[in-house]
């Protein structure tokens, strides 16, 4: 009888081990932190969901959001030009990786900026869900470029831009 109680003692320590990757899968980010997989997985749905592909990945628009997963997020040299001069989408890869989570979510929270980036619908959302995104970008590694600088009104700035007449 002892013996068959130290079999299923093993045999359920086992289970636990074989089963327990498939409950709790982590996901190894740029930051060298290890978080939930399911985290991961929520902050690329907030990313696709709140827009930042639009504007922060070359050419996403204009390919119908067909640009590889591994081209995300890092920024564009597309120019968006308006009464508040030229602004430029910012490589959020190079920009996530010099701030730690706290800092992230800070700035999140606070962020204010020129057109077109709707900072306020960024200022509301989710520590939860700003937590995610950063977490989200990175889990990539470091690519890309700056974004050119911002250009003040009456400013031309190099092709490509899009321009906003407002009358």
Same mark, same amino acid.
């Given at each position: ?59 996403? @628009? ?5 640009? %590889?997963?591994? $081209?995300? +997020?890092?920024? /564009?040299? &597309?120019?968006?030009? @308006? ?5 430029? %989408?910012?490589? $959020?890869? +190079?920009?996530? /990786?010099? &701030? ?68």
């Amino acid at each position: 009888m002892k013996n068959l109680k130290s079999r299923c003692q093993g045999g359920i320590a086992v289970g636990a081990i074989v089963l327990l990757p498939a409950t709790f899968t982590l996901a190894q980010t740029g930051n060298g932190l290890d978080v939930p997989a399911k985290v991961v997985e929520h902050g690329r749905y907030i990313a696709i969901i709140s827009g930042c592909n639009d504007c922060h990945t070359p050419n996403y @628009g204009v390919a119908e959001g067909q640009v %590889p997963e591994e $081209l995300w +997020l890092t920024g /564009d040299a &597309l120019g968006w030009r @308006g009464p508040w001069g030229t602004t430029y %989408p910012p490589n $959020l890869r +190079l920009l996530a /990786d010099k &701030l730690d989570e706290q800092q992230w979510n800070e700035m999140t929270h606070n962020l204010r900026t020129r057109p077109p980036m709707p900072w306020f619908n960024l200022n509301e959302m989710s520590r939860e869900d700003s937590s995610a995104l950063y977490h989200y970008i990175r889990s990539f590694e470091t690519l890309g470029e700056p974004a050119p600088p911002y250009l003040p009104p009456g400013e031309t700035p190099p092709a490509p831009y899009v321009d906003f007449i407002l009358e």
